[in-house]
């Protein structure tokens, strides 16, 4: 079996299980670096070992992350129970690196502020509805135009995380400037079918089961990209999204401009939304929902700002001045 058919056999299974592209690409790549870390040779020829081996030099001497780690060790197995259809009964054996615990960096409400007074544009919308909504940067990169719902207020999110979809919350902040966005979204996109194109992805078999949906208004990304794109896998000029690196090197920036003395990133204003729901008296159980966590104990780290458990022990130097 060439390479080049064992990337395709992998192509179409991840497809076959709807993961994202961003996952299909991952795969590849991790997959691809065993192959060539093994002098490349099939991996119908390798087992336990060269995993290990693998695996070891990327902590001993890559030093990555052990969610980079983990992440290899997941496409591997992936190309082994899924593509090659091996039994891989010693696959329980090899060990897992433990991802450590972090305490999520948390804005202040004023620094939140000071923040956001950074942006204008499209990237403060984006920003805004990362911290406004709770949504994580590629949930809101991805929103299409049907699911903003502006008469009930509120976001509908698609196969989100874990393929779940989920409501969030429309910030009456935004509102108004969004409206006036999606109108100049819908004037580019008419200029775009005018000049023949205005098509864009769809996901999973919706193409074929709706064959003009990728030409719709309602299915146009709200936020997109400046230029077209041109697909060489169906030959077909589309409109992508605006690329997450915009709005994350926009953040950087305004992190610095606000003279913020924190580690923040988008992410860390999703970590702000469900920090000040909390302190704002809000049922963890809701606040759960909003962000999409399967389980209320991975919402229970943002408790740590406030003023319950051990956060709210008063220290014995500040009551011996007191």
Known sequence: MSGIKLVALIRKAIRVKHYSYRTEQTYIYRIKKFILFNNKRHPNEMGEKEINRFLTYLAVNRKVAASTQNQALCAILFLYRHVLKKQIGWIDKLERAKNPKTIPVVLSGKEVES???????VVWIVVSLLYGSGLRLMEALRLRVKDIDFDYNQITLRDAKGYKDRLSLLPMAVKEPLKKHLQRVKFLHQKDLDEGYGLVYLPYAL???????????????VFPASTRYY??????HRRHHLHESVVQR???????KAGIQKKASCHTLRHSFATHLL???YDIR???????????????IYTHVLNKGRMGVQSPLDKSIN
Do not use: C
């Open 286 to 300: 809701t606040v759960q929902e909003l962000l999409g966590h399967s389980d209320v104990r991975t919402t229970m």
């Open 231 to 236: 697909d060489p896998d169906d030959k077909i």
């Open 115 to 121: 923040v956001l007074l950074q942006f204008q544009g």
């Open 207 to 221: 193409q074929r089961k709706y064959p003009h949906a990728n030409s719709e208004w309602i299915w146009q990304y």
């Open 250 to 256: 926009a953040m950087k920036s305004a992190v610095h």
């Open 279 to 281: 302190e704002n008296g």
